[in-house]
Each structure stands twice: as structure tokens, then as C-alpha cells.
């Protein structure tokens, strides 16, 4: 499929590098008010609300899964690990890139580890962002050092493995939680639809939605475009938890609108409430509904469909917490500039392509190779072929 | 010992001459078309607003305990015990959340500049360090922005308060907005007019993230004790299986 054909997703990528290079150059040449519709009065845009927010959210099957497999010796899931892990590694290396656009003097982002702030949401946050990348970094890595045969380091990476798949998910919690606590700080400018004590919690609990979803979702476009078998009694069994993940998520929202006595704002009408309708609907009503019908999960289109609506009704959440909340306070309307939307569609542009050399290169879907992380084997296996489906 | 500044919108003739000093004090221009804005920037720290001849100004209002101090990542701002609020420029990452979290938005942006920086009013900390007035307050010529001790200034606002009957919106804004702040306004007109907030809770914001920051050391250590359990039981079954021998209990 890598052959050098042209199709319709290389003009878009071609026509995305070229844009986004100009994108680039005017950003770094004349700076974020020529690049930009961010103004005083919004200062945070599509690079926060969608980069940083959704990308962080959508590369929360990292730690999901992990959890599941070393944690809660959940064995069946490890042959979408590594896929897994390496959508994660991505996402978070990606939203590295969107803050070197984001931020006013992104040469100056190591600061944080040396400037300390403990009382900052943010300094926490970049703190954890950093030190999740470098777990991530680490739990990937054993796919490389397989692939070139360092055999000691794989060794060494697997006796790790434990206490970073444990500080990963303790890692994910605090910052994907965090994220949402950004946003605690602002009662008077977030809209009531968004603004809650309970940011924090909604934050985690959809990043695990998100996390579930987002592994059906790549799963089933692997099995798609990498002519890989798709391991429908994983995905289904994914789809399981998801439903009962978007209910747990959706009852809690729910009694947190209606403690703060939030619904009651539906009347008023607006924008606002348009966004927050669409959100619920696509995050928790659709996909619930769906799922709850046994005919559709356990279709893999059905499946496919029901966490397809569920990313976009989380990624409508974030972006709602980040642009359309804050638009009221703000006194102004807020929509990207071109330049803001190709850097963002070139970052997801490049990862994809990323991905697909990863998927050619290395090892992604060869879990085989890797053991038990409690028995470390005396040799390891150069070449191991298709074992899991024997396994599993 | 902590200064403030008292501005008094009933004395005021909106003749911006605090407005043109600010802009000396700070090395920026100031011309007429400058003068004309209406509104604070990254080359405006403070602005005379003219709302049908009722005037306000804007200023950072240096907070008792600022949120803009609070949310920097890299800790740039710093609440100083003189009173003013002062950013460290050469530690500002540019992430501009002081921005979005300040209650009374005064962090402005340099958006034009490839490198830019955040810019507002620091209650002219230089001066008020040699042990002069503001520039803005030693500029006015009717006593309308007035420059003293905090607790004097509250009780000479209050003493306004009491005597003005009815001249004045029976407020002090800023005397317990948000935990207090440096700056303390008096109005005729009510002060939503221009912009300020009135819905403002009168404790200090950063309580709001604080309270959940401070719980994560303890989250983290019972997180990282339960999770490892967690490990321990799940895969323990394994290990007996294989010490006695027997295949491993069928895969979740």
C-alpha cells in the first residue's frame, strides 16, 4: 500500500506540507498576531483547545490499555498494545510540536523545570506531559530495540516495565484530570454549561472514554488500510467497557448539571446551547444508544460507528470548554485563521504518516516477541512470526 | 506598609495626563491617536475610559494574592511586599494563561512581535521603591488617582463613602474583590459600565486550583500503592499455577 501511487490521501498530505510550511514560516517569521485570530480578550485558540486538549484526550489509550494488560493482566489485549503505545508516544510528541506553535517563546519550554511554580495547574501539567512522554518514550522503546536487536537494553526495558506502565497511569491521571483543572480558575468566564468543580473528574473520566474509543477507532482503520486481521473479539469486548464507561461519564455530568442547577440555562437559547446539545447527543446519548443494542456491538461497523460519534462528541467537549465557553466573557467570537487550522491538520497529517512508517518499519503488530514482563526468557527470539493468534 | 492607589471617578476631568505619564514612565508612545484608544493594551497599561462623560480608568489592579502569580507555570509574576505585582519578563514561556485566568483581564499581549511578551501595569515598582508615587498618581492634577498606604487609602474611601451621601455607588471596588487588591476605585455610576466585574467572589482565586493541587502528593502515593496491589493480585494466580505445576488459569 506504501507504493508510490499517487492517491487521494497524498494530494491532501502534499497540498497540507506545502501550506503548512507557509503556515510555519509566517508564524515564526511575523509572529502570533499575523498568524493567528487570537486577540487579548482570547487568548487561547484552536492550537489550546484542539492540540493540546483533544490531543492529550486522544492519546489516552496509552495508558488505558496498559493498565488493562499489565496491570489488571487483561493478556487478551496485548496484541493492540504496541499500536496502542505508539498512537500515545505520537499524540503526546505531536501536541509537543503544537505548543512550540502555541506558545509566544517556545524555545523558553524547558523553563518549567527549572522555574518552579508548585501552586501552577500548569506547571503540574507540564511537569506530568513531560515525564508521561518519556514513559512513553521508554514503553515504546522496547519495539525498537527489538527491532535492532539490543537485546540487553530490551531485557533491561522489560524489568522496568511494571513501575512505568504504573507511573504512566498515574502520570495520565494527573495530567489528563489537570487539564480540566486549567479551567477551574475562570468561574466568572466559563460558560455554566462547562464550568464545574467537578472539571477535574469529567477530564479523567472522559480521557478513559476517549482512551477506549480511540482504540476501537484505530484498531478497526488498521485492520482496514494494514490488511491486518481485525481481533474482533478484543474490539467487542472494548466496545463493552466503553458502554459502560460513557454511562458512568454520562451520569455524572448529568448530576453535575443538575446539582448546579445548569439546565435551566437550555431556555436561554444561543450558541452555547446548540454546542452543548451537540456535545451530549454525540458524546454520551448516541453512542449509549447504540451500544446498548446487542446487534451493534457486536458488529465491528456498529462498533466502529458508536466510538467514531463518541471521539467527536469529547472532542466537541474540549473545544467547548476551550473556545465556545469562553467566547461570551470574552465579548468576542473566535474562529481559527487558515494558518491555525493546516498547522493543526499538518500535525495530524504528519502523525498519521509517522505512524504508517512505524506500522512499515517496526514491529507494531509482531507482538509476539514480547514475554511476560514478570519471566524474562535466557534468549530471546530473533524472528518470532505470527504466534499471538496461536496464543490468543 | 503595602501601598495602593485610591482613584476616585467623582474627581476626575479625564484629562489622561496619567494616561501620557504611564507611557513615559514605561518607554512607550503616546500620541493623539493613542490617546484616543479606549481600551488597554500591550502598549497602554493604563486607560481614562469615557462613558457619557463619566470617567474610569483601567489599571492592573494588583491583587493581594494574584491569580496571575498563581497560574504561571514559571512563576514570572510575583506579588511584592511594596504591593505591586511585578513579572520577571525573562522567565515567560508565552503560555498566556495569566491571561485567561486574571479576573479583570489586564495581562495584554505583544501579538505583533515574533517574540513577544506580556505586558501591563507594575504600579511603578521602580519608583515606589526610591520611595515615590506612582507615576500616574503624581501626575494628577485634581487628586483623582491618589497614591498611599493601603489602609489609609481604605479608610480615606470610606470616609468619601460616608460623607458623599448618594454622590457615590456605595462600593469600594477592589477592597474585596477577589481577596482585595492594591488598587481601590469609587464610582457615581455603577462600575459594570466599564468593564469590571461585579460578580466577583471576594475570596482570592487561586484557592479554586489550589485546593486540588494540594491533593496530589497523597494521590499519587496511594495511586502507585494501589495500582502496584493491583498487579501483584492479578498476575499472583499465574505464578501459583506455574509453581504447582498446572497450565495457567484460563485469560480474562
Redo the contacts between chains.
Keep these: 500500500m506504501l507504493k508510490g501511487k499517487v492517491t487521494f490521501w497524498r494530494v491532501v498530505f502534499a497540498i497540507l506540507v506545502v501550506l503548512g510550511a507557509y503556515a510555519t514560516v509566517l508564524r515564526?517569521?511575523?509572529?502570533?498576531?499575523?498568524s493567528t485570530h487570537?486577540?487579548?480578550?482570547f487568548?487561547?485558540g484552536l492550537w489550546i483547545g484542539f492540540d493540546v486538549l483533544c490531543g492529550v484526550m486522544l492519546a489516552a489509550g496509552g495508558f488505558t490499555l496498559t493498565?488493562a494488560v499489565?496491570?489488571?493482566?487483561?493478556?487478551?489485549f496485548k496484541p493492540i498494545v504496541r499500536p496502542t503505545v505508539l498512537t500515545a508516544f505520537l499524540g503526546y510528541l505531536l501536541v509537543c510540536v503544537a505548543l512550540l506553535f502555541?506558545?509566544?517563546?517556545?524555545y523558553?519550554?524547558w523553563?518549567?523545570l527549572v522555574?518552579?511554580?508548585?501552586?501552577?495547574?500548569?506547571?503540574?501539567?507540564?511537569w506530568c506531559v513531560m515525564l508521561y512522554t518519556s514513559v512513553l518514550s521508554l514503553e515504546f522503546g522496547g519495539v525498537l530495540f527489538e527491532r535492532f536487536h539490543l537485546f540487553k537494553l530490551l531485557r533491561l526495558q522489560r524489568m522496568m516495565l511494571?513501575p512505568l506502565?504504573?507511573?504512566g497511569?498515574?502520570l495520565s491521571?494527573?495530567h489528563q484530570s489537570?487539564l480540566g483543572?486549567?479551567y477551574?480558575?475562570?468561574?466568572?468566564?466559563l460558560h455554566p454549561f462547562w464550568y464545574t468543580p467537578l472539571l477535574?473528574v469529567l477530564f479523567f473520566l472522559s480521557a478513559v472514554c476517549v482512551g477506549l474509543a480511540m482504540t476501537i477507532f484505530e484498531s478497526s482503520l488498521s485492520a482496514k488500510h494494514f490488511g491486518k486481521q481485525l481481533e474482533l473479539p478484543l474490539i467487542k469486548s472494548l466496545g463493552r467497557t466503553l458502554l459502560v464507561m460513557l454511562c458512568v461519564y454520562s451520569v455524572v455530568r448529568f448530576e453535575d448539571l443538575l446539582h448546579r442547577k445548569a439546565l435551566g440555562l437550555l431556555r436561554n437559547g444561543g450558541w452555547e446551547t446548540g454546542l452543548f446539545l451537540l456535545e451530549i447527543s454525540l458524546a454520551c446519548v448516541l453512542p449509549i444508544l447504540l451500544l446498548l443494542v446487542p446487534k451493534v456491538r457486536e458488529n465491528p461497523k456498529g462498533l466502529y460507528l458508536a466510538s467514531v460519534l463518541s471521539l467527536l462528541g469529547f472532542v466537541t467537549n474540549r473545544l467547548n470548554v476551550g473556545i465556545t465557553g469562553?467566547e461570551a466573557a470574552a465579548g468576542q467570537q473566535y474562529f481559527p485563521k487558515w494558518t491555525e487550522i493546516v498547522v493543526t491538520l499538518a500535525i495530524i497529517g504528519f502523525g498519521f504518516f509517522v505512524f504508517a512508517m512505524a506500522v512499515k518499519y517496526l514491529p507494531i503488530f509482531s507482538h509476539e516477541a514480547v514475554p511476560e514482563p514478570?519471566v524474562v526468557p535466557e534468549v530471546l527470539p530473533r524472528e518470532v512470526p505470527e504466534l499471538s493468534n496461536v496464543e490468543? | 506598609m503595602s501601598k495602593g492607589i485610591l482613584y476616585d471617578a467623582t474627581l476626575c476631568i479625564g484629562c489622561k495626563m496619567c494616561e501620557q505619564a504611564c507611557a513615559e514612565k514605561h518607554g512607550l508612545p503616546y500620541d493623539e491617536n493613542i490617546a484616543k484608544e479606549q481600551k488597554q493594551s500591550e502598549h497602554k497599561y493604563t486607560v481614562v475610559l469615557n462613558r457619557d462623560d463619566k470617567f474610569m480608568r483601567r489599571l492592573c489592579m494588583n491583587c493581594q494574592d494574584p491569580t496571575c502569580a498563581s497560574v504561571c507555570p514559571v512563576g514570572a509574576f510575583r506579588k511584592t511586599t511594596l504591593g505591586p505585582v511585578v513579572y520577571e519578563s525573562s522567565r515567560c514561556i508565552g503560555c498566556r494563561y495569566c491571561m485567561m485566568a486574571c479576573p479583570f483581564s489586564v495581562p495584554k499581549y505583544e501579538w505583533d512581535k515574533t517574540w513577544p511578551l506580556v505586558r501591563k501595569c507594575d504600579m511603578c515598582t521602580e519608583r515606589l521603591q526610591s520611595g515615590l508615587p506612582t507615576a500616574c498618581a503624581e501626575i494628577c492634577p485634581t487628586g483623582a488617582t491618589k497614591f498611599g498606604e493601603r489602609d489609609d487609602l481604605i479608610a480615606e474611601a470610606k470616609d468619601r463613602l460616608a460623607k458623599g451621601q448618594g454622590q457615590y455607588v456605595n462600593h469600594i471596588y477592589g477592597l474585596e474583590e477577589v481577596g482585595g487588591t492594591s488598587v481601590l476605585l469609587l464610582s457615581s455610576v455603577p462600575f459594570e459600565n466599564f468593564g469590571y466585574k461585579c460578580d466577583l467572589s471576594t475570596e482570592a482565586l487561586p484557592f479554586l486550583t489550589y485546593r486540588v493541587l494540594s491533593h496530589i502528593p497523597d494521590l499519587v502515593a496511594i495511586g502507585a500503592v494501589g495500582l502496584g496491589g493491583i498487579w501483584w493480585l492479578c498476575n499472583r494466580k499465574e505464578e501459583v499455577a506455574a509453581a504447582e505445576g498446572r497450565p495457567a488459569p484460563s485469560k480474562a
Design positions: 515564526f517569521v511575523r509572529g502570533l498576531g499575523a487570537l486577540t487579548d480578550a487568548p487561547w493498565a499489565y496491570l489488571f493482566n487483561l493478556k487478551k502555541d506558545l509566544g517563546r517556545g523558553r519550554i523553563h518549567p522555574m518552579w511554580n508548585p501552586r501552577s495547574v500548569m506547571f503540574e501539567v507540564a511494571i506502565v504504573i507511573a497511569v498515574m491521571t494527573l489537570s483543572s486549567l477551574l480558575i475562570v468561574p466568572n468566564k477535574p469562553m514478570i490468543s
